[in-house]
């Protein structure tokens, strides 16, 4: 029986073999190409949106769960590590189905929620302290608090997290590594909030749409039938 290059990256002994550099190594040019297109298919229309609203903007109220968690600057250096752990999970993937059910699940969430943006545009109403940190400083002024609901951060933040039990079976340690990328991932809700750039409305939607969209994107996966492979 003859075995395609694919058929075995598919394999869950194939998986198992591989170490996490080779893991890296395993369709790179892919993955770079991936995430360049869909950064540029996330953030163009988000960043258009966000400075060329077609209705009129609604301010996002709070709730009591905004007055719990105060104002702290210093959280936007939790909030900006989002684009450290988009990658870990996609980066580690070696099956060409799991890479494009990941690009899939990216692609149908930004449009999603640029289709909410467009028909729904929010807006936060952020705090207006003495800053001292230029990091924050520098976020303020190069992002815009609107596009609020739903947060994209939150959404992003959840489906990475979620994106690991694709990988969890083959890496070593893996009840530590998921405890850590969800404490990572929770850590980067509250520092959405911290920061202000949304409010717990926005964390809720968007959280919602990052599991929806994990489970449209490996959904044939999470209820399939395990089936016995016959050849020839």
Same mark, same amino acid.
């Given at each position: 029986?003859?075995?395609?290059?694919?058929?075995?990256? %598919?394999?869950?002994?194939?998986?198992?073999?591989?170490?996490?550099?080779k893991r890296? $190594?395993?369709?790179?040019?892919?993955?770079?190409?991936?995430?360049?297109?869909? &950064?540029?298919?996330?953030?163009? !229309?988000?960043?258009?949106?966000?400075?060329?609203?077609?209705?009129?903007?609604?301010?996002?109220?709070?709730?009591?769960?905004?007055?719990?968690?105060?104002?702290?600057?210093? =959280?936007?250096?939790?909030?900006?590590?989002?684009?450290?752990?988009?990658?870990? =999970?996609?980066?580690?993937?070696?099956?060409?189905?799991?890479?494009?059910?990941?690009?899939?699940?990216?692609a149908g969430?930004?449009?999603?929620? %640029?289709?909410?943006?467009?028909?729904?545009?929010?807006?936060?109403?952020? !705090?207006?302290?003495?800053?001292?940190?230029?990091?924050? /400083? &520098?976020?303020?002024?190069?992002?815009? !608090?609107? &596009?609020?609901?739903?947060?994209?951060? +939150? =959404?992003?933040?959840? @489906?990475?997290?979620?994106?690991?039990? /694709?990988?969890?079976?083959?890496?070593?340690?893996r009840q530590?590594?998921?405890?850590?990328?969800?404490?990572?991932?929770?850590?980067?809700?509250? +520092?959405?909030?911290?920061?202000?750039?949304?409010?717990?409305? %926005?964390?809720?939607?968007?959280?919602?749409?990052?599991?929806?969209?994990?489970?449209? +994107? @490996?959904?044939? $996966?999470?209820?399939?039938?395990?089936?016995?492979? $016959?050849?020839?």
């Open positions: 029986m003859r075995v395609s290059v694919y058929e075995f990256l %598919d394999s869950d002994s194939a998986n198992t073999r591989l170490t996490a550099s890296l $190594k395993t369709l790179l040019g892919w993955k770079l190409a991936m995430a360049l297109g869909l &950064n540029l298919w996330a953030l163009v !229309p988000y960043y258009w949106l966000q400075h060329h609203p077609f209705f009129p903007v609604t301010i996002m109220p709070t709730i009591i769960a905004d007055e719990w968690i105060s104002f702290n600057e210093a =959280a936007v250096w939790l909030y900006l590590s989002l684009f450290l752990l988009m990658p870990v =999970a996609p980066m580690q993937m070696v099956s060409p189905d799991d890479t494009r059910r990941y690009a899939l699940g990216v969430m930004s449009l999603l929620a %640029d289709l909410v943006f467009f028909l729904w545009p929010t807006t936060v109403l952020r !705090p207006n302290p003495q800053m001292s940190n230029i990091v924050y /400083q &520098n976020l303020t002024h190069l992002v815009s !608090p609107n &596009n609020a609901c739903p947060s994209l951060h +939150a =959404a992003m933040a959840v @489906f990475s997290a979620l994106c690991y039990e /694709q990988i969890a079976p083959h890496m070593r340690d530590l590594w998921r405890l850590g990328l969800w404490i990572w991932a929770l850590g980067i809700i509250y +520092a959405t909030l911290a920061t202000k750039e949304h409010v717990a409305l %926005d964390v809720a939607a968007g959280s919602l749409l990052g599991l929806i969209a994990y489970l449209a +994107a @490996f959904r044939a $996966k999470l209820f399939a039938v395990p089936m016995i492979r $016959k050849g020839r």
